[in-house]
């Protein structure tokens, strides 16, 4: 005799099935279906009339705590998503800080890391060439002597950010929202260095290279070498760094010397950093081309093949949130009725204009505090508060907006083979009581 499972379990055991079967063909949570939900959760839903129809709660969608943990000397508990390459995201919890220390810094890496430069780090050779009248051969030494030193606080973002919003799923690390950084960074300007080596009118495109070797251990062959428009390279903000926080660059993160390409996907941000050629064509190099941090300029289906070839590349990154100060997943006192709600906004090239927080799927937003950004292309730290019923489940939602009038989805759109570019809402499951 089959024995059926009840709905609550089934929502546990099988989401998707015990979803079709709460939602029907109506799409209305209600009755019998809201109180299997809420034996799911564990929890009454003071707001689970609100939901939308086919929404799955964040609680049994995304569950808290399901990745491994980076155990490695001088970074905190990571989330780690691949060995080979090591790549590890930051909780939204370890970003609240307003300068990311260097042990929360995400990690990703597309080949092997370097041995650690062991010579004064002054003698580290670095070219410009190409598309020039003056080639610059400079060791490290000169060129912090040459050119001015500039401090700055910059975001970093892998193009992959967000990418586990996708459906059906693409490509790729599964990243949450933690592939973001907004360290303080010193160093020199890209555009000064290209001044001082006279570009031809012919230079329209760069491409990076560094030390870092491919994993399988070919010599000809870059792990990653990716390469932007010249007008990018010549904003004031794109830097050849030598610092962050302070200190040395970290030799997970480039030392001794590393590209910064701010508000643009990380990949441009070229560890380990030896050379920077100008070009007439767009850059060939390892990363560039096909589907790789390249987007859809029309639709396609979702989990459709494609090649790449109307694809455009990626720029300025989407505007997006994260909630550092309440953890997915969170347990808080029986009769809690207000919370304080923090974090950072950010919008690739665009600043973040406001940010709303709902706490009843949706339904209803509020708009809270939103402080401007130190210089361009540092995050922006937002704060306000919540007002709870009663106990139960509920869930954060957050979403920004930016300068443009451009607001985080509800779900994330443009499916792309190798899922870039989402920036759906977030969502944070909470239990009170």
């Known amino acids: 005799m089959r024995t059926e499972r009840s709905l609550a379990e089934l929502f546990v055991v099988d989401p998707e099935r015990a979803e079709a079967l709460a939602w029907g063909r109506r799409g209305a949570l209600k009755g019998a279906s809201l109180a299997a939900l809420g034996a799911a959760l564990g929890a009454a839903m003071p707001f689970g009339s609100r939901m939308p129809g086919g929404l799955l709660p964040a609680a049994l969608a995304q569950p808290a705590g399901d990745a491994p943990v980076l155990r490695m000397d001088g970074k905190a508990p990571l989330l780690l998503l691949g060995e080979r390459p090591l790549v590890a995201e930051t909780p939204e919890t370890l970003l609240d800080d307003d300068v990311t220390p260097a042990d929360k810094m995400f990690v990703r890496n597309n080949g092997g890391i370097p041995e650690r430069f062991a010579a004064?780090?002054?003698t580290w050779r670095f070219k410009l060439d190409g598309e020039v009248n003056t080639p610059l051969d400079l060791s490290l030494g000169d060129l912090e002597a040459r050119f001015e030193a500039v401090t700055l606080r910059l975001q970093m973002e892998c193009g992959g950010n967000g990418r586990?919003?996708?459906?059906?799923?693409?490509?790729?690390?599964?990243?949450?929202n933690g592939a973001i950084s907004n360290c303080e960074w010193t160093g020199v300007r890209l555009r000064d260095m290209i001044r001082a080596a006279s570009p031809k009118d012919t230079a329209r495109f760069t491409g990076h290279f560094g030390a870092d070797p491919?994993?399988?251990?070919?010599?000809?062959?870059?792990?990653?070498?990716?390469g932007m428009p010249v007008a990018k390279a010549m904003e004031e903000h794109t830097i050849l760094a030598t610092r962050m926080n302070g200190q040395p660059i970290p030799q997970l993160h480039g030392y001794p010397l590393r590209l910064i390409v701010p508000g643009w996907p990380g990949s441009l941000s070229q560890k380990w950093l030896t050379r920077v050629t100008l070009?007439?064509?767009p850059h060939r190099g390892q990363g560039m081309g096909g589907t790789s941090y390249r987007l859809p300029v029309r639709p396609i289906v979702p989990g459709s093949q494609n090649d790449g070839a109307t694809f455009a590349d990626m720029t300025s990154m989407p505007v997006r949130s994260v909630l550092t100060n309440l953890a997915h997943g969170a347990r808080l006192p029986a009769g809690t009725r207000r919370i304080e709600l923090r974090g950072h906004a950010w919008a690739g090239d665009e600043e973040a204009r406001a940010v709303h927080v709902s706490v009843d799927f949706g339904a209803t937003w509020?708009?809270?505090?939103?402080?401007?950004?130190?210089?361009?292309?540092?995050?922006?730290?937002?704060?306000?508060?919540?007002e709870l019923p009663s106990d139960g489940y509920f869930e954060v939602w957050h979403r920004a907006t930016d300068a443009q009038g451009r607001m985080q989805p509800h779900v994330a759109a443009n499916w792309n083979p190798q899922g870039y570019g989402a920036n759906a809402i977030g969502r944070a499951a909470i239990l009170v009581g």
């Open 279 to 281: 070009l007439a064509e």
């Open 120 to 122: 004064d780090p002054g």
């Open 214 to 226: 491919h994993l399988s251990g070919a010599t000809d062959r870059a792990a990653i070498s990716r």
């Open 366 to 386: 509020q708009e809270v505090a939103l402080q401007p950004p130190p210089n361009r292309y540092s995050w922006q730290r937002w704060s306000g508060a919540a």
């Open 164 to 176: 586990s919003a996708f459906v059906p799923e693409t490509r790729g690390n599964q990243w949450n």
